[in-house]
């Protein structure tokens, strides 16, 4: 309750008095959203309440700061298990006395989520702070961006802010360059990325390297004295290239990043995708990925795997894997949609009917339901826990 | 001496009728592409959409164009859902990219992307950033004058060009004979030229920076029996524009 007073009372003093003034803009969105997924024959349930302020200023010509803050508050199951998705044949290896330790917890959260300050000048921009990082031409997956995990579900919802120094240097008005440095305790440990970007007719490309220390964790081993499991961290080098066109009427995208790890074994991602507007404004998109850190045979995915899928510290499990949408405006307010992800390596399949509707101008309704189809054990099986998710969306 | 006279005044007084017959249709939607597509301009929209239930859904955007239509960038204002979200439209939007403010991701957008409804309005982005679509997609002919919304206007067919992938089989257009402004634009279907689909009137027609421009634009829905309104706010021609604001950079801003 005195959290919610201090942020009151951080909103009177600090908001109210800047969206007074000139030039500042106060805006954001409440969302109101409850989540399901059936386990052991019962319909799990969480609720999330989340509010997004956005503070944008534009301090002079050249300078604009902008911040977001969120506010998120969770109900129902707040607590999932794990081991509740997962085979038998993975729970079994679980080393006795550790099984309460695979839970995520969902906890009420405050905080700065995007915080930055940009300069704009005639032939270069400077953004320094918490800010957005979206890298690569995939729509579900992007191999070249190491610092965001899309959420498969949904893969358009915005990602969190990073701590980062950044430069667009325009060489032309085709060509750009930019170079991006994210902190961490020392410079060996911090990222680092260098991107440039062209243009040849219709098609943009882009070739980028990165640097950085990847923190997955060994989830069979628990770490004591900081209470978690065994964090491994490991340099990842990544050199990648994607490009975006169209060719023969079809919008298409590459996107490949091969990545030299410092102790494991080096691994690339691809991604080849294409859509299409028809006629009767149906839109399509087509998507196949693959990652060879995912595996071919789904009876060798172990507790690592799934663990770092679950908490998004890997994209995927399953080597090849294949995405559908389809998407109809079945009025001016409604659009219907049906997406398929197909995991050829072990021949899952995830059904996924979704719905948006527009119920007043800054009012928005999100829902969709998730059926999986594959066998027990597999990328997507059924003990993964059929479900959907209803969300409200007001903006302001 | 008043035999030339007569015939003098008779020549000034027939003259625009003549002129008005000689003029071809190709001549026509020369001047109506001209008047479409200024060196630069800059505006501000309110676009109100009226929707099947009968509820309005209201956006309030601005746009920039450059190079006589070749460069387009359109910012939305409000409402707050989209606030922020841009379209950069190059090539007389062959290359389209699209920005959204929330994820600070750009899509590029394949040309089959222009069929999208803009919101949900009645326009696509092919209807509102093709420039010079009237006279590379089409080829016109001029068909009897008619009066059209009150104004004498030259009637022009214009249909699809063999090697035009435009959504469009033919349009019908009415053309005031004083401006050539289009007062009346019939749209009819990709496969079906007889499918009539929408139908775009043009009207406050006022005279900017020597450029007459019509204030308020609606475009009907035939099919879906909806309409969408444009109401221009704020219209400047001949502005001063950086061709940096044209960039992915601009597209950012």
Same mark, same amino acid.
């Given at each position: 309750?005195?959290?919610?007073?201090?942020?009151?009372?951080?909103?009177?003093?600090?908001?109210?008095?800047?969206?007074?003034?000139?030039?500042?803009?106060?805006?954001?969105?409440?969302?109101?959203?409850?989540?399901?997924?059936?386990?052991?024959?019962?319909?799990?349930?969480?609720?999330?309440?989340?509010?997004?302020?956005?503070?944008?200023?534009?301090?002079?010509?050249?300078?604009?700061?902008?911040?977001?803050?969120?506010?998120?508050?969770?109900?129902?199951?707040?607590?999932?298990?794990?081991?509740?998705?997962?085979?038998?044949?993975?729970?079994?290896?679980?080393?006795?006395?550790?099984?309460?330790?695979?839970?995520?917890?969902?906890?009420?959260?405050?905080?700065?989520?995007?915080?930055?300050?940009?300069?704009?000048?005639?032939?270069?921009?400077?953004?320094?702070?918490?800010?957005?990082?979206?890298? @690569?031409?995939?729509?579900?997956?992007?191999?070249?961006?190491?610092?965001?995990?899309?959420?498969?579900?949904?893969?358009?919802?915005?990602?969190?802010?990073?701590?980062?120094?950044?430069?667009?240097?325009?060489?032309?008005?085709?060509?750009?360059?930019?170079?991006?440095?994210?902190?961490?305790?020392?410079?060996?440990?911090?990222?680092?990325?260098?991107?440039?970007?062209?243009?040849?007719?219709?098609?943009?490309?882009?070739?980028?390297?990165?640097?950085?220390?990847?923190?997955?964790?060994?989830?069979?081993?628990?770490?004591?004295?900081?209470?978690?499991?065994?964090?491994?961290?490991?340099?990842?080098?990544?050199?990648?290239?994607?490009?975006?066109?169209?060719?023969?009427?079809?919008?298409?995208?590459?996107?490949?990043?091969?990545?030299?790890?410092?102790?494991?074994?080096?691994?690339?991602?691809?991604?080849?995708?294409?859509?299409?507007?028809?006629?009767?404004?149906?839109?399509?998109?087509?998507?196949?990925?693959?990652?060879?850190?995912?595996?071919?045979?789904?009876?060798?995915?172990?507790?690592?795997?799934?663990?770092?899928?679950?908490?998004?510290?890997?994209?995927?499990?399953?080597?090849?894997?294949?995405?559908?949408?389809?998407?109809?405006?079945?009025?001016?307010?409604?659009?219907?949609?049906?997406?398929?992800?197909?995991?050829?390596?072990?021949?899952?399949?995830?059904?996924?009917?979704?719905?948006?509707?527009?119920?007043?101008?800054?009012?928005?309704?999100?829902?969709?339901?998730?059926?999986?189809?594959?066998?027990?054990?597999?990328?997507?099986?059924?003990?993964? @826990?059929?479900?959907?998710?209803?969300?409200?969306?007001?903006?302001? | 001496?008043?035999?030339?006279?007569?015939?003098?005044?008779?020549?000034?007084?027939?003259?625009?009728?003549?002129?008005?017959?000689?003029?071809?249709?190709?001549?026509?939607?020369?001047?109506?592409?001209?008047?479409?597509?200024?060196?630069?301009?800059?505006?501000?929209?309110?676009?109100?959409?009226?929707?099947?239930?009968?509820?309005?859904?209201?956006?309030?955007?601005?746009?920039?164009?450059?190079?006589?239509?070749?460069?387009?960038?359109?910012?939305?204002?409000?409402?707050?859902?989209?606030?922020?979200?841009?379209?950069?439209?190059?090539?007389?939007?062959?290359?389209?990219?699209?920005?959204?403010?929330?994820?600070?991701?750009?899509?590029?957008?394949?040309?089959?992307?222009?069929?999208?409804?803009?919101?949900?309005?009645?326009?696509?982005?092919?209807?509102?950033?093709?420039?010079?679509?009237?006279?590379?997609?089409?080829?016109?002919?001029?068909?009897?004058?008619?009066?059209?919304?009150?104004?004498?206007?030259?009637?022009?067919?214009?249909?699809?060009?063999?090697?035009?992938?435009?959504?469009?089989?033919?349009?019908?257009?009415?053309?005031?004979?004083?401006?050539?402004?289009?007062?009346?634009?019939?749209?009819?279907?990709?496969?079906?030229?007889?499918?009539?689909?929408?139908?775009?009137?043009?009207?406050?027609?006022?005279?900017?920076?020597?450029?007459?421009?019509?204030?308020?634009?609606?475009?009907?829905?035939?099919?879906?029996?909806?309409?969408?309104?444009?109401?221009?706010?704020?219209?400047?021609?001949?502005?001063?524009?950086?061709?940096?604001?044209?960039?992915?950079?601009?597209?950012?801003?």
């Amino acid at each position: 309750m005195r959290r919610w007073i201090s942020i009151l009372v951080f909103f009177y003093f600090c908001l109210v008095p800047l969206s007074a003034q000139d030039k500042v803009e106060l805006f954001g969105y409440f969302e109101s959203q409850i989540m399901g997924a059936e386990i052991k024959g019962d319909f799990c349930q969480l609720y999330t309440n989340k509010l997004r302020v956005d503070l944008k200023s534009s301090i002079s010509k050249n300078i604009t700061f902008a911040a977001n803050f969120d506010f998120i508050t969770y109900h129902g199951k707040t607590k999932w298990d794990i081991l509740d998705f997962l085979s038998p044949s993975i729970t079994s290896t679980i080393p006795q006395g550790m099984e309460s330790y695979y839970v995520i917890p969902f906890s009420n959260r405050t905080f700065l989520d995007n915080a930055y300050i940009k300069f704009s000048f005639k032939h270069f921009d400077l953004i320094v702070g918490k800010q957005q990082i979206s890298l @690569g031409t995939g729509y579900l997956w992007n191999p070249t961006d190491v610092f965001n995990i899309k959420d498969m579900l949904d893969p358009t919802y915005e990602q969190p802010g990073q701590n980062a120094l950044r430069i667009d240097v325009a060489l032309s008005s085709v060509y750009t360059l930019s170079v991006l440095y994210s902190p961490d305790d020392t410079w060996k440990n911090s990222a680092k990325m260098i991107q440039f970007k062209g243009r040849i007719s219709h098609f943009d490309y882009s070739f980028i390297m990165i640097e950085k220390v990847w923190r997955f964790h060994d989830y069979r081993q628990f770490d004591t004295e900081n209470m978690n499991f065994l964090e491994l961290p490991e340099k990842r080098q990544l050199l990648g290239a994607s490009t975006a066109g169209e060719l023969l009427g079809l919008g298409v995208w590459t996107e490949y990043g091969y990545n030299k790890m410092e102790y494991s074994k080096d691994f690339y991602e691809f991604v080849v995708g294409a859509d299409y507007t028809f006629d009767f404004q149906t839109y399509m998109i087509v998507e196949y990925y693959r990652n060879t850190l995912g595996k071919t045979n789904y009876e060798q995915y172990n507790i690592n795997d799934w663990m770092r899928l679950f908490t998004a510290e890997q994209k995927a499990v399953a080597r090849d894997q294949f995405y559908v949408l389809i998407e109809h405006p079945a009025t001016d307010l409604l659009t219907l949609g049906l997406s398929s992800i197909y995991c050829l390596s072990d021949n899952s399949l995830a059904l996924l009917p979704t719905l948006n509707y527009s119920l007043s101008e800054n009012v928005e309704i999100i829902a969709y339901l998730n059926f999986n189809f594959g066998q027990e054990g597999t990328a997507l099986g059924k003990n993964i @826990g059929n479900g959907g998710l209803l969300r409200v969306r007001v903006y302001f | 001496m008043k035999k030339i006279m007569i015939s003098g005044i008779i020549i000034m007084l027939l003259a625009p009728a003549l002129y008005s017959q000689e003029l071809t249709g190709e001549d026509i939607i020369q001047k109506v592409n001209e008047l479409f597509n200024p060196q630069t301009s800059y505006g501000k929209a309110k676009m109100t959409i009226v929707t099947t239930s009968g509820s309005k859904r209201t956006f309030i955007y601005e746009s920039w164009s450059k190079n006589r239509g070749e460069k387009n960038l359109v910012r939305y204002l409000e409402p707050s859902r989209v606030k922020g979200q841009a379209v950069l439209m190059l090539n007389h939007a062959d290359d389209i990219w699209m920005f959204f403010p929330r994820t600070q991701r750009v899509r590029k957008l394949a040309t089959h992307a222009k069929k999208q409804k803009m919101q949900g309005s009645d326009f696509s982005y092919e209807d509102m950033g093709s420039g010079d679509a009237f006279i590379n997609d089409f080829s016109p002919k001029r068909l009897e004058d008619e009066k059209m919304e009150g104004n004498n206007c030259y009637k022009l067919e214009l249909t699809r060009k063999q090697n035009s992938d435009i959504s469009y089989s033919r349009l019908i257009m009415w053309v005031i004979k004083e401006s050539f402004v289009p007062v009346v634009i019939d749209y009819y279907d990709e496969d079906d030229p007889a499918l009539w689909l929408k139908r775009l009137v043009q009207s406050n027609i006022r005279v900017i920076d020597n450029i007459p421009t019509a204030m308020k634009i609606v475009m009907y829905n035939k099919n879906d029996n909806t309409q969408t309104e444009l109401e221009l706010l704020e219209v400047k021609y001949n502005v001063t524009l950086d061709d940096n604001m044209f960039t992915e950079r601009g597209l950012k801003k």
